[in-house]
Structure formats: C-alpha cells, structure tokens
C-alpha cells in the first residue's frame, strides 16, 4: 500500500514538474523581445546632443558678403545685389556686412554668388595685382625651346640665359645667366595667382580652355625686380634668350608669399653687371675695316753742345 501511495505521488510531482517547466519557458520567450527600461531615455539624450551640436556649428560660422544676382560695371551696388551667407572660414578680404560694400561699384561685370572683397574694388588688370612695389612684368617672346619645351607653368621660376653669336659686334660666341631665378606671372593666356591668393583670371568655358591648348603661347611674363629691368630689356635685343627651369625643392615661391625679398639673388645679379655690359658692348675691327699701317718712330737724336753751337747725333 505504502508503495503504491509513493509511486502515485511521484507521478504527480513528475506531471507537476513538467508543466512548471513548460510554463516557464513559455513566459520567458514571451518577454525576452521586451525593451529595456532604459531605452526610452536614449533618444532625449540624443536629441539633445544634436541641439548642442548645431549651436555650436553655428556659432562658428562667419558672415560674408556674397552677389545674390549678377552686377554690371560701374553700378552701385544696392540692398537686394547682396546677400549674407554664413561660412565656416571667411575667404581673405571679405566683408561680413552689406552696409560696407553698399553704394559702391565694381569695374567689371561680376557673376552672382562671387564673393565680394577688396580686390573686386580696385581698378587695375590681373599682372598689377601679382607684383609688388618694387617688381615689374616684363614680356618676352618663346616657343617650345626657349620656354622648356613647353612645359612653364605660372609660378615657376627661372634662369635668364644670354646667348651672343660670333659676329662683327662680337668676337667670340659666349652665354652666362643674365638674371637668375625670375618669377613666371603668365605663360601664354595661363595666369597665376595674385598677391592676395586669389585666381587672378577667371575661369574659362570649355571651348575657350580648348583653344587655349590647342595654341602653343608665344609670350612669357616675368617678374623683375625694378633695378634689373633695363639689364634684362637689352639682353632681349642682342642675343638670344633660354629659360632655364629651377627645382621646385627650392621653395622660392612659397618664400616669396611668405614676404621674402630675394636679396642675394639681386646683389648677384648687380656684382656681375659690369661682366654683362662688357660681354654686351665688347667690339671688334669689322671685317670690312682695314686696319692701318703701322707707322715708323722717328729716330731720336741727342742734343751737343760745343761752345756757343750746338749740333744734333743720332746715338
């Protein structure tokens, strides 16, 4: 009887068992999907960052005057040609109020959306604003062999070279530099940069810079300094010039940006200009020319003196 009694029980805590257990992982895949509590606090937090986040950016930006539409040359600039665009950097020279550039004009005709700066206001062509006080631009003619196989760019710099032909104004064929390290400004119609960093021509349309290729230029700008401007002009006129290409790794143009003078290169260039004009203005007998005949001296005669006379004696 006691045996029967414990195998029934056993049965039912066996039955009971199973359907807790069952029960249980019921429940549990039921309210495994469930958020966590703390889920509906992330997305303020969130948000709030965002808030912070734009505030911030904001405050960073800068005001700058822009052309809201197109102005022609010589117009005064009113209220609705301008608009206030809010950049993280202002571009050099800009202005961050309307009421500066209100009334004044502009002397070429000017797109919408260029940025507006001091620069917009001066009337002067794009080689005056590439130069300082004490350069000027001086144009020379080249072609693919003077001007390094065609391969100049604006901004480089480069060696004068002086060739000078055996003939009647000279005796012998020589070459020296005549101006060493001179700064290219333009290169047929491919303009640098100006002083101010900005393009110092606008850009082309897509025929134009096809034309422009398709030329080979046949001119060059140099930058030269102001007291060897008529050294470089006369070696123009005599002989034939070269443009030798100096190394990029010299950093000449960022020095000059830097505000820079080439002094070493000027007092160089002056300490030799005694051998440039005496190898420009050197002459020879022209063949044509017949050269005199040499003269016999007159013989020299010693003075005697006998008494009251006196006689002359060849020695």
Same mark, same amino acid.
């Given at each position: 009887m006691n045996s029967r009694l414990t195998l029934v029980l056993a049965g039912v805590f066996l039955v009971g068992a199973v359907i807790t257990g069952y029960w249980g992982i019921t429940l549990s895949r039921q309210s495994a999907p469930a958020a966590p509590p703390v889920a509906p606090a992330a997305a303020p937090v969130a948000a709030v960052g965002t808030q912070l986040q734009a505030q911030v950016d904001e405050k960073q930006r800068i005001n700058v005057v822009v052309l809201a539409r197109a102005v022609q040359p010589l117009v005064a600039i009113s209220r609705d040609d301008l608009a206030v665009e809010r950049m993280r950097i202002a571009p050099p020279g800009s202005f961050a109020s309307p009421e500066q550039v209100l009334g004044r004009t502009l002397w070429r005709e000017t797109p919408a959306g260029t940025v507006l700066n001091q620069t917009a206001f001066e009337m002067s062509?794009?080689?005056?604003?590439?130069?300082?006080?004490?350069?000027?631009?001086?144009?020379?003619?080249?072609?693919?062999?003077?001007?390094?196989?065609?391969?100049?760019?604006?901004?480089?710099?480069v060696d004068v070279l002086l060739y000078l032909r055996q003939g009647e104004g000279n005796a012998e064929q020589t070459a020296q530099v005549v101006i060493p390290a001179l700064r290219l400004l333009s290169v047929g119609y491919n303009l640098g940069i100006t002083n101010d960093g900005e393009a110092?021509?606008?850009?082309?349309?897509?025929?134009?810079?096809? $034309?422009? $290729?398709?030329? %080979?230029? *046949? *001119?060059?700008?140099?930058?030269?300094?102001?007291?060897?401007?008529?050294?470089?002009?006369?070696?123009?006129?005599?002989?034939?010039?070269?443009?030798?290409? $100096?190394?990029?790794? @010299?950093? $000449?143009? %960022?020095?000059?940006?830097?505000?820079?003078?080439?002094?070493?290169?000027?007092? @160089?260039?002056?300490?030799?200009?005694?051998q440039f004009e005496a190898l420009a203005l050197r002459g020879a007998v022209p063949r044509n020319q017949v050269e005199p005949a040499p003269t016999t001296p007159a013989p020299v005669t010693i003075p005697v003196y006998r008494g009251n006379d006196a006689t002359q004696q060849n020695p």
């Amino acid at each position: 009887m006691n045996s029967r009694l414990t195998l029934v029980l056993a049965g039912v805590f066996l039955v009971g068992a199973v359907i807790t257990g069952y029960w249980g992982i019921t429940l549990s895949r039921q309210s495994a999907p469930a958020a966590p509590p703390v889920a509906p606090a992330a997305a303020p937090v969130a948000a709030v960052g965002t808030q912070l986040q734009a505030q911030v950016d904001e405050k960073q930006r800068i005001n700058v005057v822009v052309l809201a539409r197109a102005v022609q040359p010589l117009v005064a600039i009113s209220r609705d040609d301008l608009a206030v665009e809010r950049m993280r950097i202002a571009p050099p020279g800009s202005f961050a109020s309307p009421e500066q550039v209100l009334g004044r004009t502009l002397w070429r005709e000017t797109p919408a959306g260029t940025v507006l700066n001091q620069t917009a206001f001066e009337m002067s062509g794009p080689l005056a604003r590439m130069i300082r006080p004490h350069e000027r631009a001086l144009a020379v003619a080249v072609d693919e062999v003077i001007g390094g196989g065609g391969h100049l760019s604006p901004g480089d710099y480069v060696d004068v070279l002086l060739y000078l032909r055996q003939g009647e104004g000279n005796a012998e064929q020589t070459a020296q530099v005549v101006i060493p390290a001179l700064r290219l400004l333009s290169v047929g119609y491919n303009l640098g940069i100006t002083n101010d960093g900005e393009a110092a021509q606008s850009p082309a349309d897509a025929d134009e810079e096809r $034309r422009r $290729r398709r030329n %080979a230029p *046949t *001119t060059a700008v140099l930058a030269v300094p102001e007291v060897l401007l008529t050294r470089l002009m006369l070696a123009t006129q005599i002989g034939s010039l070269r443009l030798a290409v $100096r190394s990029v790794d @010299e950093k $000449r143009l %960022a020095s000059y940006y830097a505000g820079e003078e080439p002094r070493a290169d000027i007092a @160089e260039a002056q300490r030799q200009l005694f051998q440039f004009e005496a190898l420009a203005l050197r002459g020879a007998v022209p063949r044509n020319q017949v050269e005199p005949a040499p003269t016999t001296p007159a013989p020299v005669t010693i003075p005697v003196y006998r008494g009251n006379d006196a006689t002359q004696q060849n020695p």
